[in-house]
């Protein structure tokens, strides 16, 4: 559940291009033409905006978000040990 808060809210914080481009690929599953079309972009740019969004989103949970992640890797790995 904390997992998913924080990538929510990363998610959230992305510029509103790169948040539909990002949410129309990972959450309704559409290919980036399908993408382009919908939002009247290249596949090119679709391509670009799904990138730069997977690079916020790592920075910001990175940023924001260290403590969760540490706690969660944490757990992980005592889990298998």
Do not use: W
Not at 12 to 40: K, T, V
Not at 45 to 54: C, D, F, G, M, Q
Request: glycine content about 2%; proline content about 4%.
């Amino acid at each position: 559940k904390e997992l998913q808060y924080v990538l929510q809210d990363a998610v959230d914080h992305l510029p509103p291009q790169l948040n539909r481009s990002f949410l129309l690929s990972r959450q309704a599953g559409m290919s980036h033409a399908e993408i382009a079309r919908q939002m009247n972009l290249s596949p090119l740019t679709v391509k670009s905006h799904i990138a730069r969004a997977l690079n916020f989103i790592r920075a910001y949970v990175e940023e924001h978000h260290a403590q969760v992640l540490s706690l969660l890797l944490c757990m992980i790995v005592k889990k298998f040990f």
